[in-house]
């Protein structure tokens, strides 16, 4: 769990060229291919 929330955090509060929005529509378009729920 403490790995998953690593990652989490960051992918969506690490530096990077994408707005926090861009990230969150990200996970978002790929949960939905993946079949989750988000």
């Known amino acids: 769990m403490r790995a998953h929330r690593g990652l989490y955090l960051t992918l969506m509060?690490?530096?990077?060229?994408?707005?926090?929005?861009?990230?969150?529509?990200?996970?978002?378009a790929v949960s939905k291919a993946n079949g989750c729920f988000y």
């Open 13 to 28: 509060h690490g530096e990077s060229g994408l707005s926090r929005i861009e990230r969150e529509f990200i996970a978002v």
